[in-house]
């Protein structure tokens, strides 16, 4: 045997024994590249509804018209949304709330969401339904939803099965009702450049980590990584934007499960009579009026303000947006509960 | 102290291999000598890569190699990869060849949010047939992220300022591929072909760009051989 040959031997050995060794710091491990969720850290504010242990808060007068703030995603969490606590000043009871598996709300494991098939997603209207049943301190309480993106889609999902427990819903930008204009909404404000710097960002990180089917901790930092910033959107960009923790597991179950079963968010829709307030962005260049214009066909009475200036998030994110456009239009449409 | 147990390892195993990543050549070409390459393709990116080999001759022929790759983009060199290792021919019969190959691999990562720089290493067998003007062949392999350096951004430590940076180990990563191998020769040149399937060590997910494809010219500097 050459002294090459040798050598080559050699260094496979030394690889492969450093590799077989333990160590140090874990990727895996929450509190190191992703905070602790509510079920690990005892600190972070919590309510416990249908078996799972949510990060909620809630501001304002308990007797109040409640407003239920819900957020994008899948998977996102309602840090961003934290502006709407300004009704809670102007004499509402606000609430915020993670969604399972989502933000610093407890996991599960993907296979707790994919094997209910169709009705994965009905997990999600029932944990609005009890959160809603938390914070409701009496049966005279209004109720109002705000969700913004998936947060809408979900909201208007809700009302549409439930009109009767709703009076009142504000929706921000929701991809699509149909699932069929989610794909292509979604197809429309993920697309880049394969030359471009935006495809190295979702793709190059692949091989620097892994994460295996419920390493929650991983992928939630690589979802964190991927979904940094969207020029088409302005998430991120030229929207300010923050968040806590990406929720991948839940993201990807309801993903899979709306394009294996055409989720429809509208269903039911019609039902509901009470006139709906609708924003959307100038600079979401996946969200031109003619978009809105077919979103918003599906609820029965609807006030449309496109907000100048800004994009996805920054209808809520953007302080300016906010003070001078959203939250004047929400007061006006709240004012009446 | 790890870490640094780890990179001395890691620079005592790159002299001894004296560098290298596994390019694609045609192993019935009997000269010795200096082989550089080009190629482009996909493989975690749009990637471009310059490589260099230095190839012996004999029963069993090694290649010593040395890339250097970096993903398209605007920021060009933010994203980058280097490998270097030794491939070797372990079977020999007929026109077929057998070869096995280790690299040693540095790359960086960066976005808005963090800068991760990892020390990995690959290795990968193939099995095909190689004549004097073509050869194809099957590859399998096997990525490892072994030590990886997350530095994050003002950005990201704003969202979450309690962040651990530094290394992180044991292993973060790992991917398996498997495909084919296959090209032409013509004179000193050579033009090459790979591609194929990339899948998570879990054998169940798989990257964002779930597959390989590589096209690469070859330019061969043959050594005096002695006989």
Known sequence: ?337 | MKARAFCTLYVCVYLITNTLSAQTINWANPQKGHVVNANIGANYGIIYRVGYGYKTVGRLPLMATLSFSVPSGDQLFDDFATHYGLEMVFLKWRHIRGTAAIQGIYRRFRNDLVTAKNFGAGLSVSLGVYKLRWFAAAETGFDKAIITHFQHSDVYEEEFPLVKNGWYNPATGGNFNYGLRTGLSFKNNELTLRLGSIVNEDFKSKPMLPFYLQLGFNYSIASRAKH
């Open chain 1, 1 to 337: 045997m050459t002294i090459k040959q040798s050598s080559f031997i050699l260094a496979i050995i030394a690889m492969l024994a450093y590799s077989c060794s333990t160590k140090d710091k874990y990727i895996n491990e929450p509190g190191n590249l992703v905070p602790k969720t509510a079920d690990e850290d005892q600190s972070i504010p919590s309510i416990r509804v249908n078996g799972s242990l949510l990060h909620s808060e809630a501001f304002g007068p308990e007797n109040a018209p409640l407003i239920v703030a819900i957020h994008g995603g899948p998977g996102g969490d309602y840090r961003y949304l934290l502006n709407c606590r300004e009704l809670a000043v102007k004499g509402y009871r606000v609430v915020f709330y993670d969604q399972r598996g989502s933000g610093l709300s407890q996991r599960f494991p993907r296979k707790s969401f994919t094997s209910l098939g169709e009705k994965a997603v009905d997990l999600m209207y029932d944990e609005l339904g009890a959160v809603i049943a938390y914070y409701k301190k009496n049966p005279q309480q209004k109720v109002i939803l705000l969700g913004h993106s998936w947060g809408g889609m979900l909201a208007s999902g809700y009302v549409g099965r439930n009109p009767e427990l709703v009076d009142g819903l504000i929706v921000c930008e929701p991809g699509g009702l149909k699932w069929a204009d989610v794909e292509d909404y979604v197809k429309r404000s993920r697309s880049f450049n394969i030359w471009g710097e935006a495809l190295n960002n979702v793709t190059y990180l692949d091989q620097f980590i892994t994460g295996k089917e419920d390493q929650h901790a991983i992928l939630d930092y690589k979802m964190a990584m991927l979904s940094s910033r969207n020029e088409i959107t302005g998430e991120a960009d030229f929207d300010p934007g923050s968040s806590w923790r990406d929720g991948a597991i839940i993201s990807g179950a309801l993903y899979e499960t709306g394009e294996k079963y055409k989720t429809d968010f509208s269903k039911g829709l019609n039902r509901f009579n009470k006139p709906v307030l609708f924003f959307f962005s100038e600079k979401n260049k996946a969200y031109p009026d003619s978009w809105a214009g077919k979103i918003t066909a599906a609820y029965n009475t609807v006030e449309k303000i496109k907000v100048a200036g800004v994009g996805h998030d920054g209808i809520i994110t953007n302080t300016q947006a906010w003070q001078q456009i959203t939250l004047p239009a929400i007061l006006e449409y709240v004012k009446n509960f």
